[in-house]
């Protein structure tokens, strides 16, 4: 079993950066993709940044050069570095962990206001 665990979201205003970190337990981290995903209210669960496990990353097009996704397979971490936040990228953060299986973490809230 994969436990997955998020923190770093929060308020912040239009323009600003938030950091968010994922930690992972249960498992062999580094044989994973880990990817960071996001659902806004009233619409479907999105990709945002993945990475699979031989270093290969993939950004949705709303987030490219504005988002970075990275990982510490000595830590269990991955972590997605945002920047230049829009109100549209409010929504609840997903950590992703796919091997096989997918496993989830309960997720953190991003709100970007003014």
């Known amino acids: 079993q994969v436990q997955l665990v998020e923190s770093g979201g929060g308020l912040v205003q239009p323009g600003g950066s938030l950091r968010l970190s994922c930690a992972a337990s249960?498992?062999?981290?580094?044989?994973?993709?880990m990817g960071w995903y996001r659902q806004a209210p009233g619409k479907q669960r999105e990709l945002v940044a993945t990475?699979?496990?031989?270093?290969?990353?993939n950004y949705a097009d709303s987030v490219k050069g504005r988002f970075t996704i990275s990982r510490d397979n000595a830590k269990n971490t991955v972590t997605l570095e945002m920047n230049s936040l829009k109100p549209e990228d409010t929504a609840v953060y997903y950590c992703?962990?796919?091997?096989?299986?997918?496993?989830w973490g309960q997720g953190t809230q991003v709100t970007v206001s003014p």
């Open positions: 990475m699979t496990s031989g270093g290969r990353i």
């Open positions: 249960g498992t062999i981290f580094s044989m994973y993709a």
């Open positions: 992703n962990a796919t091997a096989t299986v997918a496993y």
